[in-house]
């Protein structure tokens, strides 16, 4: 076999361990073992009618070939309309820009932005690709520190204390994978202070704006001025059930918008035409199916909520938003790993270790309830087994 040398930059990129644990899971129910999935973060709910519909349409109307890179004109309208008038901010749609999936936001912001002396604050516990990209850019990842005493949330006079003349970027995430928790309005506002006083690009990531089960969402948005330094992250993954679609979208900055639709050329050309067509379709239909989902969310939330704090050794605080918990396990006596590989290989239940998140997230797991409350029921039972 050829023996590859990899470019330097490919040991500094990480990976997301919920499709290893899934890709794991998967191959022992291929020898025949039942494995219950808590691992990985999508609905499990089917994308809606009309949507599909729309897509279905878009193709026999002969969508199918090139599109404009950062988007249909159409659609970068339907989300500068939809952001209006879901109250979450006011934008234009050359400001929008479209992309397969959200991901590649972080990607093309990172990369666009962040580089050697530049250094990057993303929290931790938090989503593993803000450090993954970041160190792969060759730029400096600073976890700022979640804690559970903080209900997960960004302790502000912490994030002073991490920032410097080297700051370039800060990537908050809200409603938070893999905590479930939610800033409140005074934690956005003096982040954005910060971020005014420290001139800080800002990178916020809201694909779980619609999985709240608070009556509302805050975002450094709200606040005067941040647009202008502020890209949001979003996309139609989580809200519609639409993971494998790949569709997502950010709103830039208008400095920012060329150099990250090159970076669109340079990698994906455009995303697929007619599911952008689809796209419309969800954002000016009904809005009673995704109300429906989260409810069920909401359901399921309370059960293995209450189900976690009922297993001697684990406790669990009430998420906020997102479809994940996120328990201390620490009096099981058991790290993170040994109990996600404990679960996996005797109890047959498919979670992700709180590492998977970062350091911070050792003495916590992240179970997803995006599985019927069946499942959920079966899956805390063997959790009380296998911690017993
Ligand atoms: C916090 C967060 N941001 C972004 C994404 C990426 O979403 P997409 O599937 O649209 O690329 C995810 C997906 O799990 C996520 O949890």
Partial sequence: MTDFRLADRMSRLGTESAFEVLARAKALEATGKAIIHLEIGEPDFPTADHIVEAAIEALRGGHTHYVPAPGIPALRETVANFLGRTGRMKTTPDRVVVTPGAKPIMFFTILALCGEGDEVLYPDPGFPMYESITAMAGATPVPIPLREANSFRIDVDELAGLITDRSKLLIINSPHNPCGSALTRQDCEAIAELA?????????????????????????????????????????????????????????????????????????????????????????????????????????????????????GITCLEPHGAFYVFPNITQTGLTSAELAARLLADGGVAALSGTAFGPC?????????????????????IIREQVS
């Fill in 196 to 312: 005014q006083r420290h001139d800080l690009t800002v990178l916020t990531d809201e694909v779980y704006w619609a999985i709240r089960y608070g009556p509302h969402h805050h975002s450094v948005l709200d606040v005067d001025g941040m647009a202008e330094r502020t890209i949001l992250l979003d996309g139609w993954s989580k809200t519609f059930a639409m993971t494998g679609w790949r569709l997502g979208f950010g709103v830039f900055p208008a400095a920012l918008v060329e150099p990250i639709t090159r970076l669109a050329i340079n990698s994906v050309s455009c995303t697929s035409a007619f599911s952008q067509y689809a796209a419309m379709a969800a954002l000016e239909g009904p809005w009673d199916g995704v109300d429906r989902m989260v409810e069920e969310f909401r359901r399921r939330r309370d059960i293995i909520v209450a189900g976690l704090n009922d297993i001697p």
């Fill in 361 to 381: 997230g050792e003495g916590y797991m992240r179970f997803s309830y995006a599985n019927s409350v069946e499942n959920i029921k079966a899956a805390l039972d």
